[in-house]
Every structure is written in structure tokens, then in C-alpha cells.
């Protein structure tokens, strides 16, 4: 086995699989309707060691739970188009919002901490406007009036701020939200 290889095992090893039980009963218990369970985390480790492979993985564990929770809400989607006509509806939406489980909290609470830091590492105009348009939920309108600029400006810096903050994600292999 190349150095290499064995790095990334011992990574996955002690950074990884120690949620997988974890992440299993919480995809049983979250998306009972989702699939079979053993896919969505073989999937997820999967694409888990790809983004390893391109780049440090800040947070395994929040990675791991995101990607996961993308891949059951993309397969109750699909379902709903596939159901037969006697099944119930599902809303995949209904199933995110009901429950607050320790993993959902942990989850949310590490990626408003990682949108945080990219808000923050934006310069000050993009890191205004976004913290009014994204954090305060202000109009552009609202934010021009605010900051006495105008509203063009406001959609710009908005846009150039997005853009910093996805680059911010990708940098630092905070990938989960783009990738599904």
C-alpha cells in the first residue's frame, strides 16, 4: 500500500468511521422512508474520501451528516415522483423541520460557525451587504438606503460576496453544500 493510501486509511479510520454508527441510527430515525440505509453511507463515505483526496476535510463529521442528509432528501424526492398511486405523500421538508435531533444541532451549529468565517474573511463592502441581506434578511433596497449606496451596487457585492464564500467553502474542503 503506497504512503499515501495509508495515510488516508489511517485518516478514515479515526476521523470517519467513528460516526458511522451514529450517522446510521440518525438516517433510520430522520429518513425512514429514504432508502436503504447501507447505501446512503457507503455513498456518503465515498464522496467523503474523494474531497479528501482534493484537499483537507475541515470537519469529517459535519461533512459526513450534510452530504448524508442531501443524499435521503434527494432520494425522497425522486420517490415522489416514482410512488405508486396508493403510497402517502412524503414531504421531505416536513421530515427536516420535525425533528432537532443532537446531530442536527451540532450540524447546523458548525455550519453557521464555517459561514461565519467566510462572511467575515469577506472585504468590508461584501462583508456588509451580506450580513444585511443574508444575516438581517434586508431588501437590497433596505441595504442601499442603509448604506447609502445604490441598489445595483447592492447586487453586486452581493454576488461577488456569494462568489468569495463558495471559494472560502471549496478552500478550506468545506464542500458538503456543493456537491449535491
Known amino acids: 500500500m503506497p504512503p499515501q493510501d495509508s495515510e488516508q486509511a489511517r485518516w478514515f479510520v479515526d476521523e470517519v468511521l467513528p460516526h458511522e454508527k451514529e450517522l446510521r441510527a440518525w438516517l433510520r430515525a430522520r429518513f425512514p422512508g429514504a432508502g436503504d440505509v447501507d447505501d446512503l453511507v457507503q455513498e456518503a463515505f465515498t464522496r467523503l474520501l474523494k474531497a479528501h483526496e482534493s484537499g483537507p476535510v ?24 416514482e410512488r405508486p ?50 444575516i438581517y434578511g434586508l431588501s437590497q433596497k433596505e441595504v442601499a438606503d442603509r448604506l447609502g449606496i445604490s441598489v445595483h451596487t447592492v447586487e453586486a457585492q452581493g454576488s461577488i460576496g456569494l462568489r468569495k464564500c463558495i471559494e ?13
Not at 58 to 81: C, G, K
Not at 168 to 180: D, I, K, N, S, V
Request: hydrophobic share 35%; aromatic share 8%; net charge positive.
Open 58 to 81: 475541515v470537519n469529517p463529521r459535519a461533512y459526513l451528516f450534510v452530504i448524508t442528509r442531501n443524499m435521503a432528501l434527494n432520494q425522497l424526492r425522486h420517490l415522489r415522483y
Open 85 to 134: 398511486p396508493d403510497a402517502e405523500e412524503v414531504d421531505p421538508l416536513s421530515i427536516v423541520d420535525d425533528i432537532n435531533s443532537p446531530p442536527d444541532s451540532i450540524v447546523k451549529k458548525e455550519d453557521l460557525q464555517q459561514l461565519i468565517k467566510a462572511i467575515q474573511s469577506l472585504p468590508n463592502r461584501c462583508r456588509q451587504v451580506m450580513t444585511l441581506r443574508k
Open 168 to 180: 472560502y467553502f471549496r478552500c478550506h474542503g468545506y464542500l458538503a453544500h456543493f456537491e449535491t
